[in-house]
């Protein structure tokens, strides 16, 4: 837990991690929320970073949503934060639990939900059919094994052009390089199992049941969570509010003019929401 100066209890971000992250990865962000006066809160998913669970690195969606909905149970329990005013935040695959947990919790004061994940484009920029043909026989062999009870095949979370990966990308060196650096818990390492899960997930029909403002926050050219898919989700919100931003997917990753952009409209949102000074 992330605490701003001051006695009183304060509005609380719990934070939801992205496909395959971990909480270290949250840091910058929750102390950029610290400092504006609201506490942030992160956590590893089950079978990531410091959490327990095997065997490792397994993306398993209804899980992680348990996890989200216990995160926000612990965030109310401990006394330190107003209980009442709990804000869902969440990058990319945890933006959509973000939005799908709150659509069930009336509690939840508001979310915001940064380059989130809304199902799966049609077609992937940069992958071949043979690489795309390539990357499902993985997924399979994947899921396969995880129904015998066997060790999972891992493939790359990001990968370079032309790798079996989840995402591949030019700037995928540069990207690993940020995420993987220092005492970061992030492995580029993944069970691609939970793909198919995923083709099933409707954030956008979660969205739609919000009855608390939301905050979309998007790249204009982003190929992994394109415009066209996320920008749904704040189309379908009642009460959702878009915000588009230069760059790629990786840009609120790798780039600082992004993300002091971003942050200063999410935390200007959440004060508008909260109706904090």
């Given at each position: 837990?992330?605490?701003?100066?001051?006695?009183?209890?304060?509005?609380?971000?719990v934070m939801c991690a992205g496909f395959g992250s971990t909480a270290d990865r949250l840091s910058g962000w929750a102390e950029v929320f610290a400092a504006?006066?609201?506490?942030?809160?992160?956590?590893?998913?089950?079978?990531?970073?410091?959490?327990?669970?095997?065997?490792?690195?397994?993306?398993?969606?209804?899980?992680?949503?348990?996890?989200?909905?216990?995160?926000?149970?612990?965030?109310?329990?401990?006394?330190?934060?107003?209980?009442?005013?709990?804000?869902?935040?969440?990058?990319?695959?945890?933006?959509?639990?973000?939005?799908?947990?709150?659509?069930?919790?009336?509690?939840?004061?508001?979310?915001?939900?940064?380059?989130?994940?809304?199902?799966?484009?049609?077609?992937?920029?940069?992958?071949?059919?043979?690489?795309?043909?390539?990357?499902?026989?993985?997924?399979?062999?994947?899921?396969?094994?995880?129904?015998?009870?066997?060790?999972?095949?891992?493939?790359?979370?990001?990968?370079?052009?032309?790798?079996?990966?989840?995402?591949?990308?030019?700037?995928?060196?540069?990207?690993?390089?940020?995420?993987?650096?220092?005492?970061?818990?992030?492995?580029?390492?993944?069970?691609?199992?939970?793909?198919?899960?995923?083709?099933?997930?409707?954030?956008?029909?979660?969205?739609?049941?919000?009855?608390?403002?939301?905050?979309?926050?998007?790249?204009?050219?982003?190929?992994?969570?394109?415009?066209?898919?996320?920008?749904?989700?704040?189309?379908?919100?009642?009460?959702?509010?878009?915000?588009?931003?230069?760059?790629?997917?990786?840009?609120?990753?790798?780039?600082?003019?992004?993300?002091?952009?971003?942050?200063?409209?999410?935390?200007?949102?959440?004060?508008?929401?909260?109706?904090?000074?």
């Open positions: 837990m992330y605490r701003p100066e001051g006695s009183h209890p304060a509005p609380c971000v504006a006066g609201l506490a942030a809160m992160v956590f590893d998913y089950g079978s990531f970073g410091r959490s327990d669970g095997d065997p490792r690195q397994v993306v398993d969606i209804d899980g992680q949503l348990a996890d989200v909905r216990a995160a926000v149970a612990c965030a109310r329990a401990g006394g330190a934060v107003d209980a009442d005013r709990v804000v869902l935040w969440g990058n990319s695959l945890g933006g959509a639990h973000a939005i799908t947990v709150a659509a069930d919790d009336p509690r939840i004061a508001a979310v915001v939900a940064q380059i989130p994940f809304n199902g799966f484009p049609r077609r992937v920029e940069g992958r071949s059919t043979a690489q795309s043909l390539r990357l499902t026989a993985a997924i399979l062999r994947d899921a396969l094994r995880g129904r015998l009870g066997l060790a999972p095949h891992y493939i790359p979370l990001v990968g370079e052009p032309g790798e079996i990966a989840i995402t591949n990308a030019a700037e995928a060196k540069e990207h690993i390089s940020t995420l993987a650096g220092g005492d970061s818990l992030w492995r580029n390492q993944v069970a691609p199992r939970a793909t198919l899960r995923m083709m099933r997930y409707r954030p956008a029909d979660a969205a739609a049941r919000l009855t608390v403002p939301l905050l979309v926050c998007l790249a204009a050219d982003d190929a992994e969570t394109p415009q066209e898919l996320s920008s749904q989700l704040a189309d379908r919100a009642p009460r959702g509010r878009l915000k588009v931003y230069p760059g790629t997917h990786f840009s609120f990753y790798t780039d600082p003019r992004t993300r002091q952009a971003v942050a200063s409209d999410q935390i200007a949102f959440i004060r508008e929401a909260l109706a904090l000074p």
